[in-house]
Structure formats: structure tokens, C-alpha cells
């Protein structure tokens, strides 16, 4: 009888054990996930493929295709920290090239800076699950009419 309470004792111990393991190691999980900064998140928000081009808003006499097919692609580092930055088939905008990229906000209003892309580099972006809004200030040139001048540009592209 004994030797059946000692087993029973040590059965009890031992799920004990690897529940107070088990719970301990879901917490820490917990804890990694909540500790990202703004940043983060908003880089979170924003990484991923971004296309198809609408509801372009351009200043009077720059035609809308000054935005292309633009495909956007924004990555992140392991941390989720934001990384690769990849514009094609934009060239006015962006001149096909690849940088790096930062963000700062929140979601409803954040700045991305790129490094090593031009004429645009810096922008701001309003980012939902399906779509992402691209607005800038920027100086333009009508190559045809040599007419130039400054304004506000916005475009949608959705998530591929």
C-alpha cells in the first residue's frame, strides 16, 4: 500500500512538473510577442507585396500614369525590424531600384524613409489589412510640355 502511495505521489509530482513547465514557457512566448515597439508593429503592417495601382490623386496636368504598374515590396529582419525596400515598374516615382527602408507612426499614419532610392524618399502611408495609401510632396517636370511645378501625390495599392 506504501509503495502504491509513493507511486501515486510521484505520478502527481511529475504532472505537477511538466504542467508548471509548460505554463512558464507560455508565458515567456507571451511576453516576446507583446514586447515589439511601435515600429515593429507598423512594419509588421506594411511588409509584404503591394500593387495594383488606383484611386490615384496627382497635381493638375501630371497625368496618372506617372505611378505606372507600380509593385511595391517592403521586408522585414527576423526581429521585424523593416529591411529590403523593391519598387518596379514606377520609374518616375521611384526609378526601379531597391533600398533599404524605416517607419515611424502607427498604423493610421505612418513615415516611411527610404535610404538609397530616388527622386521620392520619404513618404506617408495609411496601412489596412487589404490596402495601403502612399501620399507625397513632391516636384515634377512635363517632359512633352517642359511645364514643371510642385504638388501632392496619392495612390492605393492593394496587398498581393
Same mark, same amino acid.
Not at 496618372?64 to 529582419?77: E, N
Not at 512633352?144 to 496587398?159: A, H, I, P, Y
Given at each position: @500500500?506504501?509503495? =502504491?502511495?509513493?507511486?501515486k505521489?510521484?505520478f502527481? @509530482?511529475?504532472v505537477?512538473l511538466?504542467?508548471t513547465?509548460? @505554463?512558464?514557457?507560455c508565458? =515567456?512566448?507571451?511576453l516576446?510577442?507583446?514586447?515589439?515597439?511601435?515600429?515593429?508593429l507598423?512594419a509588421g503592417r506594411i511588409?509584404?507585396?503591394?500593387?495594383?495601382p488606383k484611386?490615384?490623386?496627382t497635381p =493638375?496636368n501630371?497625368?496618372?500614369?506617372?505611378f505606372g504598374?507600380m509593385?511595391?515590396?517592403?521586408?522585414?529582419d527576423?526581429?521585424g525590424n523593416p529591411?529590403?525596400?523593391?519598387?518596379?515598374?514606377?520609374p518616375?516615382?521611384?526609378?526601379?531600384?531597391t533600398?533599404?527602408?524605416g517607419?515611424?507612426?502607427?498604423?493610421?499614419?505612418?513615415?516611411?524613409?527610404?535610404?538609397?532610392?530616388?527622386?521620392?524618399?520619404?513618404f506617408?502611408?495609411?496601412?489596412?489589412s487589404?490596402?495601403l495609401?502612399l501620399?507625397?510632396? @513632391?516636384?515634377?517636370?512635363n517632359t512633352?510640355?517642359?511645364e514643371t511645378?510642385?504638388g501632392n501625390f496619392s495612390?492605393t495599392?492593394t496587398?498581393?
Amino acid at each position: @500500500m506504501a509503495k =502504491k502511495l509513493n507511486l501515486k505521489f510521484a505520478f502527481t @509530482m511529475l504532472v505537477a512538473l511538466i504542467g508548471t513547465l509548460g @505554463m512558464s514557457s507560455c508565458k =515567456k512566448e507571451l511576453l516576446q510577442q507583446g514586447g515589439l515597439n511601435p515600429g515593429q508593429l507598423v512594419a509588421g503592417r506594411i511588409y509584404g507585396t503591394w500593387a495594383n495601382p488606383k484611386d490615384i490623386v496627382t497635381p =493638375k496636368n501630371v497625368p496618372a500614369d506617372v505611378f505606372g504598374a507600380m509593385r511595391l515590396v517592403f521586408t522585414t529582419d527576423e526581429a521585424g525590424n523593416p529591411s529590403k525596400f523593391m519598387a518596379q515598374d514606377c520609374p518616375v516615382i521611384f526609378g526601379n531600384t531597391t533600398g533599404t527602408w524605416g517607419v515611424s507612426g502607427d498604423e493610421n499614419k505612418a513615415k516611411v524613409t527610404l535610404t538609397s532610392v530616388e527622386p521620392v524618399n520619404d513618404f506617408d502611408v495609411k496601412v489596412s489589412s487589404t490596402s495601403l495609401i502612399l501620399s507625397f510632396y @513632391m516636384g515634377w517636370e512635363n517632359t512633352d510640355t517642359k511645364e514643371t511645378g510642385k504638388g501632392n501625390f496619392s495612390v492605393t495599392l492593394t496587398r498581393q
